[in-house]
């Protein structure tokens, strides 16, 4: 039996988390865990619910898509408590690169069985403040295609994403993007700029194939200038993690990675803006505890 604190977002994945809430709530208290449920406003409202769980010896469960998972392991990482993570939206990529089953009972199972274990933090610090990530910060071509899929109110389910990109390639102009990488030079012209901690977003794009929540680094994948139709025919390799063997991406480690544009792109992380150009992104090794399979 375990104490649990479920900070749900009920609007997750188009009302997803909402419906599955009540057999959630069964599986858990069938289970005999002793279970608070406090249903978010908003990402701010989040950061007290995950507090106040803290507070109250209470693992943080965080139950929505991925923008509620990065936002509960931010806290949880400055309060030093222990979060649990149920798939409710529309990506759920953190379950799918920490080994977390995509079934929300079978997810709800791991709170009962699974163990402590600590997982990488990205941070992203730009003149908006500092936010935290799981997953992964872009900038450029994802910029646009994340404001699209924010905006989007047609019911296409993890589609949306693949939508997003379709339509944003039809207005896409080059940018021109200067990085530093542990301190060496990195620019260049083209679609991305993306920093990576757990490897995978966009509902199952494994942009970062080889990238670890448990190696203290982040994977910088850059997309390079090319034409329309060659980007295009390019893109479904990254459901496999194919497309890092093309010529125009490039994929190297670190820990520090600093990022501007010739344009104001924001900064997206777990489906959310969470900073403005210029930006540094940093990683804080093994900084949240989260219960994952054994």
């Given at each position: 039996m375990r104490r649990l604190q479920l900070v749900v977002n009920p609007s997750a994945g188009g009302g997803r988390a909402q419906k599955l809430l009540p057999s959630v709530e069964a599986s858990l208290r069938g289970a005999g865990h002793d279970l608070v449920v406090t249903p978010t406003r908003s990402l701010e409202h989040a950061d007290e619910l995950t507090r106040a769980a803290g507070a109250d010896d209470r693992v943080a469960v965080a139950m929505g898509g991925d923008g509620i998972v990065g936002r509960v392991a931010g806290v949880v990482a400055e309060t030093g408590g222990v979060m649990g993570v149920l798939p409710g939206g529309r990506g759920n990529d953190f379950c799918r690169a920490a080994g977390l089953p995509q079934d929300v009972l079978a997810a709800c199972a791991v709170l009962s069985s699974g163990s402590e274990r600590t997982v990488d933090l990205g941070i992203v610090t730009s003149a908006s403040g500092e936010a935290a990530f799981l997953?992964?910060?872009?900038?450029?071509?994802?910029?646009?295609?994340?404001?699209?899929?924010?905006?989007?109110?047609?019911?296409?389910?993890?589609?949306?994403?693949?939508?997003?990109?379709?339509?944003?390639?039809?207005?896409?102009?080059?940018?021109?993007?200067?990085?530093?990488?542990?301190?060496?030079?990195?620019?260049?012209?083209?679609w991305s700029v993306a920093v990576a901690n757990s490897g995978v977003y966009g509902g199952g794009m494994h942009l970062a194939p080889d990238a670890s929540l448990h190696d203290g680094e982040l994977d910088v994948v850059t997309s390079g200038e090319t034409g329309k139709l060659a980007f295009l025919r390019a893109l479904p390799k990254v459901f496999k993690g194919t497309h890092v063997?093309?010529?125009t991406v490039d994929v190297r480690r670190a820990k520090v990675v600093e990022l501007s544009a010739d344009r104001p792109f924001r900064v997206f992380a777990d489906g959310d803006p969470v900073g403005t150009l210029p930006c540094t992104v940093t990683v804080r090794p093994g900084a949240v505890k989260v219960l994952l399979p054994s």
């Open positions: 997953g992964i910060a872009s900038i450029g071509f994802d910029s646009d295609v994340q404001e699209r899929v924010l905006n989007s109110t047609l019911p296409l389910g993890q589609l949306v994403y693949l939508y997003g990109s379709l339509a944003t390639v039809a207005t896409w102009k080059h940018a021109e993007f200067r990085c530093t990488v542990d301190g060496s030079a990195l620019d260049l012209r083209g063997d093309e010529p």
